[in-house]
Nanobody
Framework: QVQLVESGGGLVQPGGSLRLSCAGS????????MAWYRQAPGKGRELVAS????????HYGDSVKGRFTISRDNAKNTVALQMDTLKAEDTGKYYC????????????WGQGTQVTVSS
């Protein structure tokens, strides 16, 4: 019943922009810290950005700081990732994550959406 569904991925040229969205359902969205991760083929899953429950605080990986912006709309149960000035190394599958509220809680993951940056 709990679902996180990503959308907005696709093919874009270097220097271009893309906006990803993640829609949550089946849980109290506003209770969860949210994040975006990405994974390139043969690589580990990497934290891209995270956002606090209220949206007051954000964190970005060093490789995307200044280019990506995470935001959330708790009224719509969505979290977005605006990606600007895209580079080839941004290519990968992007996943939405909802963090467990305690160490014994359950983290929720979306199915992922592919982002390919290529000329």
């Amino acid at each position: 019943q709990v679902q996180l569904v990503e959308s907005g991925g696709g093919l874009v040229q270097p220097g271009g922009s893309l906006r990803l969205s993640c829609a949550g359902s089946g849980f109290t969205f506003s209770n969860y810290v949210m994040a975006w991760y990405r994974q390139a083929p043969g690589k580990g899953r990497e934290l891209v950005a995270s956002i606090s429950r209220t949206g007051d605080n954000t964190h970005y990986g060093d490789s995307v700081k200044g280019r990506f912006t995470i935001s959330r709309d708790n009224a719509k149960n969505t979290v977005a990732l605006q990606m600007d000035t895209l580079k080839a190394e941004d290519t990968g599958k992007y996943y939405c994550k909802a963090y467990a509220m305690s160490s014994r809680g359950t983290d929720y993951w979306g199915q992922g959406t592919q982002v390919t940056v290529s000329s």
